[in-house]
């Protein structure tokens, strides 16, 4: 029988470009009629049909204990309605489970998306509210070919809870 695992707290911080970019891209609201230059979203999404869905996520609480990353293609989350959210992340790398201690939480604001770069490991949406609506952009069939998950607890016997 396997102990029990451990809870390991991460205070999740408001996400800038700056501190996400090892990560991915903030977008926020630009002008009508701008050009696209590197502020917008860069998307990789040639290797497949891009599947643009609103998703329905009940109470999510803060807890998690799984890690995901997607290699062929970059994906775009964002809520609706201007709600906040709770995201955690490391930085994509060969190995086949993140560095436990490159995990790192953030809090994204309802007037701006995220784009996660390829093989960014994440965790969420995470949230309080009841249910949030969230926009995303991924490949068609990204959940199902494209869907690397490890076992936090199977590989470093934790549990991750954001604060």
Known sequence: MLPSPTLKHLTAEWVTSERFQAFGQVITASPDGKAFDH??????????????????????????????????????????????????????????????????????????FIKLNLGTWHAGPYFDQEVIDFYNLELNDTNSIDHETCNLQQAYGVTVELM
């Open 39 to 112: 502020s917008d979203a860069q998307l990789i999404l040639d290797q497949g049909i891009p599947r643009f869905y609103i998703m329905r996520l009940h109470r999510r609480g803060r807890q998690f204990h799984t890690i995901t990353r997607h290699q062929r293609c970059t994906q775009c989350l964002g809520s609706l309605e201007g709600q906040d959210w709770l995201i955690a992340v490391a930085p994509s790398q060969p190995a086949a489970q993140p560095a436990l201690d490159e995990i790192r939480a953030f809090r994204i604001p309802g007037n701006c």
